[in-house]
């Protein structure tokens, strides 16, 4: 079937309007607009670009045009001048001339001639006059907040738990590309043939410095090479590796992974297995086991059970204390991964977060009955905020006192990260997504 053909800019505007729209999430959106529109090599590394790009400095593009704008606009006009601009400033291989004629183009086809030339006007007064400055901002956390697109409550939030210098280094690094990281399945290949094998495909490959079986990607999207087709690797963040090691995993141990999919960490919870005991993996989803199925048969992964179920009601289908390791990688707010779904800081609040806070207490609360007398259980979440993780889980020590905190397991490279029996990782430690994860122990009877 030949698909509906729409240039990048005309594609890169309609995914951003369903986006802004529909609250979509802009990772899903991508997919599908690649698919749609059969972009292929430079033309979908532009439509990530531009889309990713416009989506992460919104703010800081609204605050660029507002000198220029003298009455309302429509939300469709307001987008198309958000990723004209995007590309103006950050874009520096698209000469500015291309980028204006290509804008008044799309304003023809979708409005009316009083909008392309509006359109025109804007982007030629800015390209000639250039733009305010933020040091026009006079208070500093707008300041903050415009220069880095990130919500005011958020950054006051941060600034309150964290102090500015952490806050601004968080804030910027959201903003950067994220690196895709690889975990090499151990069981199959070493780390250097794996490494070998992804450069003769042509990717660019550096083993990661954080994480022992881990590999970075600095060319190439690693899930279309031969290497992840024959199960040697999964994509995964190295800040979500840290999490199979927190679990302190010995042979011939019965796991339970309470929120599995896509089934990152329980596969690699499979593979500190070696081929022994069993993982049994929950998800709420039958289509999100679906893909934890998928992943486990793509990495010749035998031992992993995945079951359709919420955690909350698990007490009711497995057997009390029977098992010797249990994971809650917690739902949560996500801001730890602001980079890869740039979107989430403008649909996010503090409403959500307390709605968040109390699911992941209630799963606690269940997995404390599933686990074993000296089990371990973990608790990780990919957000950054205090009340999601430190909070939540010095809320189950005091309301558990048949628990107690138990040292946290990380690889080498990250245990000056550690506090304890627990961490923040901050997307500007080294590169990683956010992530918290503390470790506990079920006390004996004595």
Same mark, same amino acid.
């Given at each position: 079937?030949?698909? %509906?053909?729409?240039?990048?800019?005309?594609?890169?505007?309609? &995914?951003?309007?369903?986006?802004?729209?529909?609250?979509?999430?802009?990772?899903?959106?991508?997919?599908?607009?690649?698919?749609? =529109?059969?972009?292929?090599?430079?033309?979908?590394?532009?439509?990530?670009?531009?889309? =990713?790009?416009?989506?992460?400095?919104?703010?800081?593009?609204?605050?660029?045009? $507002?000198?220029?704008?003298?009455?309302?606009?429509?939300?469709?006009?307001?987008?198309?001048?958000?990723?004209?601009?995007?590309?103006? +400033?950050? &874009?520096?291989?698209?000469?500015?001339?291309?980028?204006?004629?290509?804008?008044?183009?799309?304003?023809?086809?979708?409005?009316?001639?009083?909008?392309?030339?509006?359109?025109?006007?804007?982007?030629?007064?800015?390209?000639?006059?250039?733009?305010?400055?933020?040091?026009?901002?006079?208070?500093?956390?707008?300041?903050?907040?415009?220069?880095?697109?990130?919500?005011?409550?958020?950054?006051?939030?941060?600034?309150?738990? *964290?102090? *500015?210098?952490?806050?601004?280094?968080?804030?910027?690094?959201?903003? /950067?590309?994220?690196?895709?990281?690889?975990?090499?399945?151990?069981?199959?290949?070493? %780390?250097?043939?794996?490494?070998?094998?992804?450069?003769?495909?042509?990717?660019?490959?550096?083993?990661?410095?954080?994480?022992?079986?881990?590999?970075?990607?600095?060319?190439?999207?690693?899930?279309?090479?031969?290497?992840?087709?024959?199960?040697?690797?999964?994509?995964?963040?190295?800040?979500?590796? $840290?999490? /199979?090691?927190?679990?302190?995993?010995?042979?011939?141990?019965?796991?339970?992974?309470?929120? /599995?999919?896509?089934?990152? @960490?329980?596969?690699?919870?499979?593979?500190?297995?070696?081929?022994?005991?069993?993982?049994?993996?929950?998800?709420?989803?039958?289509? @999100?086991?679906?893909?934890?199925?998928?992943?486990?048969?793509?990495?010749?992964?035998?031992?992993?059970?995945?079951?359709?179920?919420?955690?909350?009601? $698990?007490?009711?289908?497995?057997?009390?204390?029977?098992?010797?390791?249990?994971?809650?990688?917690?739902?949560?707010?996500?801001?730890?991964?602001?980079?890869?779904?740039?979107?989430?800081?403008? +649909?996010?609040?503090?409403?959500?977060?307390?709605?968040?806070?109390? %699911?992941?207490?209630?799963?606690?609360?269940?997995?404390?009955?599933? &686990?074993?007398?000296?089990?371990?259980?973990?608790?990780?979440?990919?957000?950054?905020?205090?009340?999601?993780?430190?909070?939540?889980?010095?809320?189950?020590?005091?309301?558990?006192?048949?628990?107690?905190?138990?040292?946290?397991?990380?690889?080498? $490279?990250?245990?000056?990260?550690?506090?304890? =029996?627990?961490?923040?990782?901050?997307?500007?430690?080294?590169?990683?997504?956010?992530?918290?994860?503390?470790? +506990?122990?079920?006390?004996?009877?004595?």
């Amino acid at each position: 079937m030949n698909k %509906v053909r729409k240039n990048v800019r005309e594609a890169a505007l309609e &995914l951003l309007e369903t986006v802004e729209k529909n609250q979509s999430y802009s990772n899903l959106m991508l997919n599908s607009y690649i698919e749609k =529109y059969g972009f292929a090599g430079p033309d979908a590394g532009l439509l990530t670009e531009i889309a =990713y790009g416009t989506l992460q400095r919104k703010q800081t593009l609204d605050f660029f045009l $507002a000198p220029f704008l003298r009455k309302k606009i429509e939300t469709w006009v307001r987008i198309l001048l958000r990723l004209s601009l995007y590309q103006m +400033v950050y &874009l520096d291989k698209i000469p500015d001339r291309a980028i204006i004629f290509e804008a008044v183009e799309i304003a023809k086809k979708r409005g009316h001639q009083g909008i392309s030339g509006m359109v025109n006007g804007v982007l030629r007064a800015i390209q000639r006059k250039g733009l305010p400055s933020f040091k026009e901002i006079e208070d500093p956390i707008e300041r903050l907040s415009v220069a880095t697109s990130h919500p005011r409550w958020l950054v006051e939030r941060w600034l309150e738990e *964290y102090g *500015y210098k952490t806050t601004k280094e968080m804030c910027e690094a959201n903003l /950067a590309p994220p690196v895709q990281t690889a975990r090499v399945n151990v069981n199959k290949a070493s %780390v250097e043939e794996v490494v070998d094998r992804l450069g003769r495909e042509g990717f660019k490959i550096e083993p990661s410095p954080v994480i022992p079986e881990a590999v970075r990607s600095l060319k190439g999207n690693l899930a279309r090479s031969v290497c992840f087709k024959e199960g040697l690797i999964t994509i995964q963040d190295e800040s979500s590796m $840290a999490v /199979a090691y927190a679990l302190d995993i010995q042979k011939g141990q019965h796991i339970l992974d309470c929120c /599995a999919a896509p089934g990152g @960490k329980t596969t690699h919870i499979a593979e500190k297995l070696g081929g022994t005991g069993k993982v049994t993996a929950l998800d709420l989803h039958p289509h @999100k086991i679906k893909l934890i199925r998928e992943n486990a048969e793509r990495l010749g992964l035998s031992q992993i059970e995945a079951v359709v179920m919420d955690s909350r009601e $698990a007490g009711q289908h497995f057997e009390k204390e029977s098992f010797d390791r249990i994971l809650v990688d917690a739902p949560c707010s996500g801001l730890g991964v602001v980079r890869r779904k740039p979107d989430i800081k403008y +649909v996010k609040n503090i409403k959500d977060m307390k709605t968040l806070q109390h %699911v992941q207490l209630s799963i606690l609360e269940e997995m404390a009955g599933l &686990l074993k007398p000296d089990g371990i259980m973990v608790f990780s979440t990919c957000t950054v905020d205090r009340a999601e993780n430190e909070e939540n889980i010095e809320t189950f020590l005091k309301q558990h006192p048949g628990f107690e905190p138990y040292p946290l397991h990380v690889p080498e $490279a990250m245990e000056n990260y550690v506090d304890g =029996y627990r961490t923040q990782i901050f997307p500007q430690d080294f590169g990683g997504d956010g992530f918290f994860i503390a470790s +506990v122990r079920k006390k004996e009877m004595e």
